[in-house]
Structure formats: C-alpha cells, structure tokens
C-alpha cells in the first residue's frame, strides 16, 4: 500500500462525563473500503463527526495527503474531498431532489444542469434518481441514493457511510455494494460504518474495531470470522438465544381480512391481511421502514380500530376494542418510538411502568394510584432485565437507548402477556442487550405466549422466529416457515414479489 | 339605506390602504415561519413600529424617516425575541405572547406625549399618464410609496423563496435545522436574520396605521391586526401570493362593510364588523386544501449539540 489517504493520530474528544473517544489512531489507504465497527456507544459518530468537521477534537491531529487536515466545519471537510452519507438521512421532505443536493454542495449549477449531471451520475452508478420528485414521497432506499449521488457530483476522495444498509433490502444492499465496488476501483477511499458484521466481511478491506472509545483491535475482515469480530467488538463472549423445542398450543390471535386506511399523509393503510399466531409460537414480520409496520402495531395494541371481527383473540373478536380492554385481555405491545411512543421521556420509570401495567398489575384503586406497587414493579423491571440506571426514579429520557429498550420490553413481558406484539424490539441495542432481549422473547413463547416481533433486522427474524412474513405496502404475504427459507427468497417477499417472479431494481 | 353613495372606485382604492399593515406584518411573519420560528410577537412589534415611527416622523416632519425608524424600531424589539428564543432557547410560544404584551406597554409608555398630534402627510405619488388612466388610474397609481413597497417585498419574497440559493437555504432551516446543521448552514444566524426582517417589516406595517391609514397615535391602535397577519400567514399556506390576496380581501371586506354601515344597510353592526374576519379565513380556508403544509421545524428549538 502506498501512502494513506487519511491518517488519525490520537484524537481525543470527551463530553461532560464521558470520554467518547480516546486516543484513536488509525490509517485509511487511497481506494481502501476500511470499516468501522462498534457498538452503540462506542464513539463511532463522534469520531466521524471529527473528521467531516462537525466536531472538533480535543487533543490529536489528522493527516489528509501528508499534509495537517483540521476541519473548521463540514464546508472545509467538503472542499478537501471529503463526503458524509448519514445515518439518519440529512434530507428536507418538503424540496424535491435537485435541491437536496443543491444544498449539500458548495456552488451549485444552475438547476436545470444540475438535474441533468443528477441524471448521468445516478445513471452511470445504477442508482436511478429522478432530480424533480419530492423527497418525502420516497422510499428509504432511494432517499439513501440522493445522499450518495450528493456526495459523488463533489467528486470525494473519502467517502463516510454511516450504517448505511440498515433499511435497505437485501437486493438494494447488493446494488449498493456494485456501486461502493465501482467507486473504489475508481480510487475513492470508502470508510464505512456497520455493525452488521456479514456485510463487513463481504465488501471491507480493513476494519477498525472501537469499544469504549478505544481503538481496541483492526483486523482483515475477510480472513476473519464475524463471531471474533463480535466479540472484539462486545470484549467478551457472546450468548447466542437459545430456542428451546416447543409444542404450540392453539391458535391465540386471528386476524382475517384486515383492512384499514391510512392514518395520515405519509401513513400506509393495511389491505386485507390474513394471519394466525398460535400459543407458543414467534412471528416474524419483516419489511422494509414505512410499509405498513406501524399501522400494523397500532391495529393490534387498539391505537386503531378496525372491524371487530377483524382480530379475535382466543376466538373472540377484539377488533373494536381500545389498548386498556386489550391489555386487560393479555395483548400487549411495544411500539417501536421508544421515546415519545412507548414511554413518556420526562416521566420517571415508576411513571413509566403505571402507564401500561396499572390494568394487569393492579396499580391503581378507584382512581387512585398506588406508588408503591408501581415502584416495586418498576424495580422488579429493573432488576429482571439488567436495566442499567441509578434508580426507577429517573426520567425516561435519562437513559441510554438500549436501557431504555429493555425496560420498555421488560415492562410488557413481566405482564404476563398472552400475545405479545413488539416492533423493532432491538433497534439502535447493543450485541448483548439484544441477545437479551431476543432470550427474553423466546422464553415468553416457550411459556405458552404468542409472540409477533416486526422487525427490519432479518438476522433478528430468522434467530427467533418460527414463521415469517413480509409486510410490502400494506399487505402480508403468506407467513412461511422460517427455517425453509433463504435470504433471496426473504428479500422477494419483502419486495412484493410473492411467487417466482424476479425483482427488477 | 343609500347604497348608491359607495364609489367602486374609492372602495377599490382604499382597500389597498386598508390591507398594506396586514400584507407586510404577514409577509414578514411568512419569512419568519419558512425559516422554522413561530413569533408571535406581531402585534407586539407593529405596535412598537407604529409609535416610533410616528414620534420620528412628527420630530422631524419627515414621514420618510419615519417609516425607517419604524423598521428599525420593529427589529429592535425582535432583537429581544431573538434574545429568548435563539440564545436562551427559550419557548417559543411563550416568548412571542411576552413581547406583544411588552410591546403594547412600551408603546404607551412612548406614545405618551403623541396623544391627540396630526403627523406630517405622507405624499401620494401620481405616477405621470398611469394615474390618469380612468378607473384603473385611480384605483392602482395614485398611492403612497409604502404600499408600493409592500407589493414589491411580496413579490421579492416569491422570487427569492423560489428562485435563489438563499431562499432555498431558509426553506432547507425551516424544514429540519438537524439536517441544515449537519450540512454545515448557520441555523441560527440564518433565523436570526430572518426575524429581524420580519420585526421590520412588522414595524412598517404598524408605522403604515399611525401615518397613512388612521393619521394619529392612540394607544393600542393597531387592534389585533398582528393577529389577523399571523392567521394570515397559516391560512394562506405559506405563499406570498396568497398572502397578498388574503390581506386584500380581508382590506376590501373591512372597507366594505364601513360603507355598508355608512349606508345605513340593515344588518346589525356587529354582524358586519365580523364579517372581514369570517370571510378572510373561510376563502382561506378553503384555499389551503392543497398539499402544503408548514415548514417541519416550525417552532421547534434548535440546539445544535444534538
């Protein structure tokens, strides 16, 4: 390898209380696709964030082309070559594409060039992109394009991704991969973040491995097994769930020809879908953002209504009944929000815990609550799912993201739930907080509950669920065994492509 | 009742008169809310604009400086919204209700020695072969300059919003200060710009009461117009046109239903001094069934460490 493109001496950068990065030296190569990998939390955005100039480092240097590089602000980062594609989309709804990009770029062309230099290099790397759509009128997939066809008109020399495959489906990951692979032999340096350690080891050259902030190890991805990598990653061994064999029982939920129109503007309806979850069993429902998953949740947990035959629980129709009557029928759910959705971030976790379990936990009496009962669930919630934090009398909000998920989880299966609906329950959680929640889901099915977790981590999907299906567009495709399918026939499914037909991205 | 007695004409006419403080409150109030901040404080802030610019204008007999300081002093008093709501990060809401009620008593506490004055006229122009052009003449070129001036903001407003970098910046702060942030833009320097404008032109508005429209200072004069500007502003979904067309409206109705009360038309007063405000919001209304929708970030605060 020849000089490197980039060279990170000893960046240090600490906020109140925590040292995000400490002391991080790495090297990226010209043309190198180099990955960056870690847990949440373990400084990964913070230390990208240094080197697009959104952050200044404490102490440490950079080298771009041998020569100091000290970012001001994404502007100088941008002008020395240097691109970011994020991970929450940087994009504005409301403006149409052209104009997205024109506003990542430092002198723009006129719109009507700049829609056609759009054209040729959206065609040019097979990621076709119309300049005149409104971007809130598209899907993931193809907002992630405008980010990308952003970043190449400057021409960069380095290229930041920031888990950029985690709502794509696997076809569109592998269109993105041609595309990374193209640029690379074209000489751009790609930096790429991912936890995801299969994709890691289908497209890296390098990887550098932080944990706490350190750089704790690099290695070559390809000549390394993901299950090293998890652990340099977590620093100790990982617990895979286990599924312990169970019989299923009969069927708990039933929902036959579910219909219901979209709640808002950019809301998907559901079209008549068909599904059954039997006691004891785990439902997968993948898909990709925005087709249907929150819709789907809502129906189930009562936020919508729908016809009351609709959804009948142990034969019964509840499908006109609001959340506090099911709850009180043992179906409970966990919507994906954690803040905002499934706890009320300024509340203290006692709070918290009352808001869902004061009907199946007796918390309340004639309209009074009683705390301490409350306090002794909360705690119990606590205590049962590892919940790291000083005391239930925190506020929701205080809480890392992962904490805050095993509570929120927690605080629904310690209910004892019959059916248990849960949506993205491991989104943004660390390894072992994951595997803990998975475990935690299998262990309520083998004690005789219907489990139905909607999730777009399929890895996720195919470790605990007995069946699968993809929601595309509102509607269901046929829930099939999970242990007899393949990742291509699973991204077929979730492309609505529901037979033998070929999906032509 | 002598309906005869109402000259189309001079209704036409003065209806622009009537409309020009709510068409530039609300089209500087338009600017503020496409860069994602909700000040509230109009009313507040065409008040201070119309004693300050009648205090000047009488002071120095120049209703041309008056109309300036009346900016200047509009901006001023955005400078303590800014204050709360950029730096503070303070509530939003709550800033913009504080400031028309500091507004309302600065304002006396300054207009105290204008009580019962006639400020210095403010010249129509007549714009030469125009003006005497019959009905039309009259009606479109016989008018002061600030109501020339209102038109132009709205149509630089249109343009800029939609046809420069800068206009597409503001729109991209309005819509997620997030995303703008992390693309390297000055959230804040961005909306404190435009909340200046918007206190200008708000002060204008106000200057364009106590000087042209009703040519006196009584106190609390401005009597909810800033309201009606900002209601405007929703109802008429963020376009400059429509707010033009709104403040029209709402201009014609009003010196309509003057005429009609003049005329001696059988309808109870009170049902006619309503109806500018019914009908406004209602044509609005149903105008703003469209797809438009406020700016995202509207009202939110940023914090730039998130």
């Known amino acids: ?505 | 009742m002598d309906l005869g007695s109402i000259n189309p004409v001079l209704l036409i006419a003065s209806l622009m008169v009537a409309a020009t403080p709510i068409l530039l409150a609300a089209i500087g109030e338009l600017v503020v809310e496409k860069a994602g901040v909700l000040n509230l404080g109009v009313e507040g802030m065409m008040i201070v604009g119309a004693v300050s610019g009648f205090a000047i204008s009488v002071e120095t007999g120049s209703p041309f400086l008056g109309f300036v300081a009346a900016a200047v002093g509009g901006a001023l008093l955005s400078t303590l919204f800014i204050l709360l709501t950029q730096v503070a990060l303070a509530n939003q809401v709550a800033s913009g209700l504080a400031l028309t009620l500091f507004g309302l008593g600065l304002s006396a506490l300054m207009g105290q020695k204008y009580v019962g004055i006639k400020p210095p006229p403010t010249g129509d122009i007549h714009i030469p072969l125009l003006s005497d052009v019959p009905v039309l003449g009259p009606i479109l070129f016989t008018h002061d300059v600030v109501l020339y001036v209102g038109i132009a903001i709205v149509a630089a407003v249109w343009a800029i919003l939609k046809f420069t970098r800068a206009g597409l910046i503001l729109r991209a702060v309005g819509e997620s200060h997030d995303a703008a942030h992390a693309l390297g833009y000055k959230v804040v320097r961005i909306r404190i710009l435009a909340i200046l404008f918007g206190g200008a032109c708000a002060g204008l508005g106000g200057a364009y009461i106590s000087l042209v429209r009703v040519p006196q200072w009584t106190e609390g004069m401005t009597a909810g117009v800033g309201w009606i500007a900002l209601a405007l502003v929703v109802f008429a979904s963020w376009k400059p046109w429509r707010v033009l067309l709104g403040a029209y409206l709402f201009g014609g109705i009003t010196v309509l239903q003057l005429n009609l009360q003049a005329a001696g038309v059988a309808i109870p007063v009170e049902y006619l001094a309503m109806s500018p405000y019914l009908i406004t919001i209602l044509v609005l209304v149903i105008l703003s069934k469209d797809k438009s929708s406020a700016p995202a970030s509207l009202g939110r605060i940023f914090h730039a460490s998130r």
């Open chain 1, 1 to 505: 390898m020849t000089a490197p493109l980039l060279c990170l001496q000893g960046l240090t950068k600490a906020y109140p209380g925590v040292i995000a990065n400490n002391n991080v030296s790495f090297d990226i190569g010209k043309g190198q696709v180099h990955a960056l990998l870690g847990e949440n939390g373990a400084g990964k955005s913070t230390l990208v964030k240094m080197i697009y100039g959104l952050v200044k480092p404490d102490s440490g240097s950079m080298l771009l082309n041998g020569v100091p590089y000290a970012p001001s602000e994404p502007r100088a980062a941008r002008a020395d070559g240097i691109a970011m594609v994020f991970q929450h989309f940087s994009l504005f709804d409301a403006l149409n594409v052209a104009e997205n990009i024109a506003l990542g770029m430092e002198n723009p062309p006129k719109m009507g060039d700049l829609a056609k230099r759009i054209r040729d290099v959206s065609e040019t790397y097979g990621l076709p992109l119309d300049p005149y759509r409104r971007v809130g009128d598209l899907s993931a997939g193809e907002r992630q394009r405008v980010e990308i066809i952003r970043c190449l008109l400057q021409d960069p020399r380095l290229l930041i991704m920031d888990e950029p495959t985690s709502v794509l489906t696997p076809q569109e990951v592998n269109i993105l991969f041609e595309t990374l692979r193209k640029l690379r032999s074209e000489g751009t340096a790609i930096l790429y973040i991912s936890h995801k350690l299969e994709e890691i080891r289908a497209l890296c050259d390098h990887a550098t491995v932080l944990r706490l902030g350190e750089n704790v190890g690099e290695c070559i991805p390809a000549e390394t097994s993901a299950r090293d990598m998890a652990e340099l990653m977590v620093g100790t061994g990982l617990k895979t769930p286990e599924r312990s064999g169970r019989a299923l029982g009969d069927v708990a939920l039933d929902i036959s020809g579910l219909s219901v129109p979209a709640p808002s503007e950019f809301g998907t309806g559901l079209k008549n879908l068909h599904l059954t979850v039997r006691k004891g069993e785990v439902l997968g429902v993948g898909g990709v953002a925005g087709n249907g998953q929150d819709e789907l949740l809502a129906v189930l947990s009562g936020e919508v209504r729908s016809a009351s035959d609709a959804v009948k629980l142990h034969g019964k129709p509840i499908g006109n009944l609001g959340p506090t009557d099911r709850r009180r029928l043992g179906v409970l759910s966990a919507p994906e929000e954690r803040l905002g959705h499934a706890a009320a971030p300024d509340m203290s976790l006692t709070e918290n815990a009352m808001l869902t379990g004061s009907v199946r936990e007796n918390l309340v009496r004639r309209g009074f609550l009683k705390w301490r009962q409350a306090q002794a669930f909360a705690e119990r919630i606590i205590e049962d799912f590892d919940v790291r934090t000083p005391g239930p009398g925190n506020a929701a909000r205080s809480l890392s993201g992962g904490n805050l998920q095993k509570f929120v989880i927690g605080r629904e299966i310690l209910q004892r739930p019959e059916v248990l609906v849960v949506n993205q329950p491991t989104w943004g959680v660390d390894a072992s907080a994951a595997a803990a929640i998975r475990q935690a889901m299998l262990d309520l099915a083998a004690d005789g509950a219907a489990v139905i977790c909607i999730s777009q981590d399929l890895d996720e999907l195919m470790e605990i669920s007995d069946r699968f299906a993809a929601l595309n567009e509102g509607r269901l495709s046929t829930p099939q065994d999970t242990a007899e399918l393949t990742i291509e026939e699973i991204g077929l499914m979730m492309g609505g492509a529901h037979g033998m037909e070929v999906a032509h991205v």
